[in-house]
T-cell receptor
Framework: ETGVTQSPTHLIKTRGQQVTLRCSSQ?????VSWYQQALGQGPQFIFQ???????GRGNFPPRFSGLQFPNYSSELNVNALELDDSALYLC????????????????FGPGTRLTVL | ELKVEQNPLFLSMQEGKNYTIYCNYS?????LYWYRQDPGKSLESLFV???NGAVKQEGRLMASLDTKARLSTLHITAAVHDLSATYFC???????????WGAGTKLIIKP
């Protein structure tokens, strides 16, 4: 059984550029959540994907978008990068086979460190 | 809206001492998670507390939940250097099942 993987591990972009981050969920998990963690802060929920559709979104602008694929892997896309987008981006997967009220704990990937210059 | 407050935010202690980290949250939640994060690393699940009065222990760490007081505690017994990390609590919102994260408690344990 493989855990949650993310790519790339580090990325440097400039303001205004676009970036795509990737996540492969843990085997058997059908739900993926994305978080942004700024230095010295707790994770902030960006959005969650279930069965290829967005299923909940935090307080992030539309330039943050995502996809989930049939194999449950996921992408996070950020357009028009701003300096404040510099952060660790974490992907977490879980299984919601029993419904969202009973879904199990989330397992986190190693994260992608994004630096915007 | 569910809000979470952890305290202290920073804790420096000597090996062998005991201490408690507190997590208060503002509205009802149906479960609460504790995670550990080492510098530059991802989040590792420590405990999930599912009901009022729940207590879980793993090694030198013990977590408890009082849903009536909207309070969870993480108690460290006879601290060792390897427990140095940042600890986060995250209650789950009843309305959308999302985790709401505290700011974290950075724990430094000196030999």
């Amino acid at each position: 059984e493989t855990g949650v993987t993310q790519s790339p591990t580090h990325l440097i972009k400039t303001r205004g550029q676009q970036v795509t981050l990737r996540c492969s969920s843990q085997s058997g998990h059908n739900t993926v959540s994305w978080y942004q963690q700024a230095l010295g802060q707790g994770p902030q929920f960006i959005f969650q994907y279930y069965r290829e559709e967005e299923n909940g979104r935090g307080n992030f602008p539309p330039r943050f978008s995502g996809l989930q694929f049939p194999n449950y892997s996921s992408e996070l896309n950020v357009n028009a990068l701003e300096l404040d987008d510099s952060a660790l981006y974490l992907c977490a997967s879980t299984s919601t086979s029993g419904g969202f009220s009973s879904y199990n704990e989330q397992f986190f990937g190693p994260g992608t460190r994004l630096t915007v210059l | 809206e569910l809000k979470v407050e952890q305290n202290p935010l920073f804790l420096s202690m000597q090996e062998g001492k005991n201490y408690t980290i507190y997590c208060n949250y503002s509205t009802t939640s149906d479960r609460l998670y504790w995670y550990r994060q080492d510098p530059g690393k991802s989040l590792e699940s420590l405990f999930v507390l599912l009901s009022n009065g729940a207590v879980k222990q793993e090694g030198r760490l013990m977590a408890s939940l009082d849903t009536k007081a909207r309070l969870s505690t993480l108690h460290i017994t006879a601290a060792v250097h390897d427990l140095s990390a940042t600890y986060f609590c995250a209650p789950r919102s009843r309305s959308n099942y999302q985790l709401i994260w505290g700011a974290g408690t950075k724990l430094i344990i000196k030999p």
